[in-house]
């Protein structure tokens, strides 16, 4: 089975998460997309999340609180920004695209400091907005995305001075 590395990016701010309307699936998802050859996925979720919909963000560092951090000197490898989970997601096959799957990365994010929260339909026909957790049954919302979601809100909410997007 053949495998690619995707992203996706559930932005909080005020107590709402980012999603934008996939036209090709037809609902409501966050902003994410392919990682590209040589790009590190935390980088393609700053990057997709830009593309789709104009919003600069950074990315939250998820790694559990059991892990303990050592400084990195040179030489030592640096560490990612964790994401909250990593899902296997089966994708169909459809005419030039035999059928495969996604590794997909998912991250929570806050806009970055001093950026525009406007978000802007960047690629036309995604709608992109902000949506708390009373209008995600109304969106549809699967409870998968749901549960990232709210697991977004959370972790931004818990420590919102932590450091993020950085190469610790």
Not at 56 to 68: E, H, K, P, S
Not at 139 to 146: F, K, R
Request: one cysteine or more.
């Amino acid at each position: 089975m053949r495998r690619e590395y995707a992203v996706a990016v559930l932005v909080a701010h005020e107590g709402a998460v980012l999603l934008h309307f996939h036209q090709k699936l037809g609902r409501w998802l966050p902003p994410g997309g392919h990682v590209d050859a040589d790009e590190l996925p935390d980088a393609a979720a700053v990057r997709e999340t830009l593309e789709e919909t104009g919003v600069q963000v950074v990315i939250v560092d998820a790694v559990t609180a059991l892990y303990r951090d050592v400084p990195r000197p040179g030489g030592v490898p640096p560490r990612l920004p964790g994401p909250i989970g990593i899902q296997l997601e089966d994708i169909p096959g459809r005419p030039g695209n035999p059928a495969h799957q996604h590794v997909d990365f998912v991250y929570a994010a806050r806009v970055a400091p001093g950026a525009d929260a406007s978000p802007r339909d960047v690629e036309g026909g995604g709608r992109p907005g902000w949506f708390g957790p009373s209008e995600w049954s109304d969106l549809g919302l699967t409870p998968e995305v749901a549960s990232w979601a709210e697991a977004a809100l959370r972790l931004c909410a818990t420590d919102p001075q932590a450091p993020s997007g950085e190469r610790l």
